[in-house]
């Protein structure tokens, strides 16, 4: 059985960093594609970065050079770290997963939605101005 449980959010000024974790089950420890997802409220649920079982990544525009996606196989945890947080960051953050390597869009480990059969309950970060 796959379970996925995420720890981390809270409350930051805009400016700081968070690190979420998401902690697995013995089954998303290696062969899995690994991914956060994000929903603010009102919005669609969006990708914002995804990393592959050989460890090749891909983030959202709108997170590219703030956000860190990391996985620790051994442990059987995901990390994003989340620096030069801004409002528009806010928002409940999920843990995604899926069986054997990522979906490939055009080369690149794919960030929709669909590509993903497990998911988090989601811990929520807000970033205040």
């Known amino acids: 059985q796959v379970w996925l449980v995420e720890s981390g959010g809270g409350s930051v000024r805009a400016g700081g960093s968070l690190n979420l974790s998401c902690k697995g089950s013995?089954?998303?420890?290696?062969?899995?594609?690994l991914a956060w997802f994000r929903q603010a409220p009102g919005k669609e649920r969006e990708g914002v970065a995804v990393?592959?079982?050989?460890?090749?990544?891909r983030y959202a525009d709108s997170v590219m050079g703030r956000f860190t996606i990391s996985r620790d196989n051994a442990e059987n945890t995901l990390t994003l770290e989340m620096n030069r947080l801004n409002a528009d960051d806010t928002a409940v953050y999920y843990c995604?997963?899926?069986?054997?390597?990522?979906?490939?869009?055009?080369?690149?480990?794919?960030?929709?939605?669909?590509?993903?059969?497990?998911w988090g309950h989601g811990t929520q970060v807000t970033v205040s101005s």
């Open positions: 995604a997963a899926d069986s054997g390597q990522c979906t490939r869009a055009r080369g690149r480990p794919s960030l929709s939605r669909a590509s993903f059969a497990y």
């Open positions: 013995e089954y998303t420890r290696r062969g899995f594609c």
């Open positions: 990393i592959d079982t050989d460890g090749t990544t």
